[in-house]
């Protein structure tokens, strides 16, 4: 591969990096044909872009965005794809996913939400972290929850109140 390629792919690989909060450095080394085709597949679905890229690519083209955590570097060995997403677990829940039928892929590194994960054992928290849009229906539910019992509370109290009047009245009567 000519220089110029070379300069090519690694500005292709900034712009993706750039263009997405969320990526995944995975090993899929071992797939075949028709199980890589399956992933890719869910991948697509999912909403999740996979490229297989060469290492010392990959770390030109992180040392061009000026990527902080330098601890990545260290798991770049090996076959490497990267995984990019818009919503950070999803990567997380498609490998875990997959690999209930196949050994692979197995995650090397992820960056979610500005924070590094390193190695495999850190998929299973991975799958936990909620994404922005999560978070922001659980605060919505929370902050609703005390109206509803405010609501709730008043509408009860106003069916007392008429029952207590029209039982004044037929005392009255």
């Known amino acids: 591969m000519?220089?110029?390629?070379?300069?090519?792919i690694i500005d292709r690989l900034a712009e993706l990096l750039k263009g997405t909060p969320n990526f995944y450095l995975t090993d899929i080394s071992t797939l075949n044909a028709e199980k890589t085709t399956e992933?890719?597949?869910?991948?697509?679905?999912k909403q999740v872009t996979l490229v297989v890229v060469k290492n010392t690519l990959l770390q030109k083209a992180l040392e061009k965005i000026d990527f902080k955590e330098a601890d990545i570097f260290s798991v770049l060995k090996g076959s490497t794809s990267i995984m990019l997403a818009d919503v950070g677990n999803v990567p997380a829940k498609l490998?875990?996913?997959f690999r209930a039928t196949s050994e692979k892929p197995v995650l090397k590194a992820a960056?979610?939400?500005?924070?590094?994960y390193i190695g495999d054992q850190a998929l299973e928290e991975l799958v936990n972290v909620k994404s922005r849009d999560e978070l922001v229906g659980d605060i919505v539910a929370l902050l609703q929850s005390p109206a509803k019992n405010v609501i709730a509370a008043l509408q009860s109290g106003a069916q007392t109140l008429a029952g207590l009047t029209k039982a004044l009245e037929s005392r009255a009567a």
């Open 95 to 97: 490998i875990k996913e």
């Open 2 to 8: 000519k220089k110029d390629e070379k300069n090519v």
């Open 39 to 45: 992933l890719r597949r869910k991948c697509f679905e």
């Open 111 to 116: 960056y979610v939400q500005e924070s590094l």
